[in-house]
């Protein structure tokens, strides 16, 4: 068995490099990873640990714009992710996958899942993006035109020791994780071709008055297609409430709610989520010697 330990490939995608962590077995059931606003594909390392260890072969892109891809200059909104996502499942040579979506990844899952059916096998939500009106306030505000300005005063090379200053991590009692998380953050909208890319990807699906909508008063979602949604009860950016309203649009979508307050729960409690995939996709659920 392929080690569950990912590792750096790349593929072409309309003549530009997209950059992917690949890991577990070529055979295994595929599963693509899409993350979210402002990070790539080393969110999802904890997590494809464990669906690699249970025999899924597991992909995340760094999406094009993001991380180790390139930065063309494309329209980067929610169609445009979907398109490119759907075309490196097709030069993989993947017939179905099981999407995971986190964040403005959700989103995105579920433009794929409509508008390239014949690849989503399954869908999975985390903490998604795209199902209703409420966002943290931030977000809004950097909505708004003009805070681009404000963005390049705040995160620059001259403010990146500041960041990085451990004294200032155990002042503001920063776990580990968010370290990470910031930094994958800061690596993603320094520079003004990274923050472009930012603001048109923010833009693409949240306005000052909140996100532009709910999918599932859209019908973006099938309720043919099996459907996981992954939340935390306190999730600080997009509340829990949006988990819940998948049911209106799937009854028979699963919907598990996870203590904390947490938005990036794929990362926060890995194993559970590991589980609970697993669970869905009919994987182990607990974990098995390696082979």
């Known amino acids: ?116 059916p014949q690849f989503c096998q399954r869908l999975v939500l985390i903490s998604s993006g795209g199902l209703g009106h409420r966002v943290h306030p931030v977000l809004r505000a950097a909505a708004v035109p003009g805070t681009e300005g404000v963005l390049a005063l705040l995160v620059n090379d001259r403010m990146a020791p500041v960041y990085r200053a451990r004294a200032l991590h155990k002042l503001l009692r920063l776990r580990p994780e968010t370290v990470a998380n910031l930094g994958r953050v800061g690596a993603n909208i320094g520079g003004r071709e990274r923050r472009s890319v930012f603001f048109e ?6 306005a000052p008055h909140g996100q532009r909508g709910s999918m599932v008063e859209l019908g973006y979602l099938d309720p043919d297609r099996p459907t996981l949604v992954i939340w935390s009860e306190h999730d600080p950016i ?43 996709l009919g994987l182990p659920v607990e974990d098995g010697p390696l082979s």
């Open 1 to 116: 068995m392929e080690s569950p330990t990912p590792h750096r490939q790349s593929a072409n995608i309309w003549g530009h490099t997209v950059s992917y962590l690949s890991a577990g077995p070529a055979d295994g059931p595929p599963i693509l990873l899409l993350h979210g606003l402002a990070s790539d594909a080393r969110t999802w390392e904890p997590l494809m640990s464990q669906l690699a260890r249970r025999g899924a072969r597991v992909i995340a892109p760094d999406l094009l714009g993001h991380g180790e891809s390139d930065k063309p200059p494309l329209t980067y909104d929610l169609e445009a992710f979907a398109r490119s996502a759907s075309a490196l499942v097709e030069t993989l040579g993947l017939r179905h996958v099981t999407v995971v979506g986190h964040s403005l990844g959700g989103a995105i899952a579920m433009h794929l899942a409509r508008g390239f």
């Open 201 to 206: 990807s923010l833009r693409g699906a949240i």
């Open 238 to 280: 997009v509340p829990v409430e949006h988990a819940l309203a998948v049911l209106d649009g799937v009854p028979s979508a699963q919907v598990e709610i996870l203590s904390g307050s947490s938005h990036d729960p794929h990362r926060r409690h890995a194993a559970r989520v590991g589980q609970l995939i697993a669970g869905f």
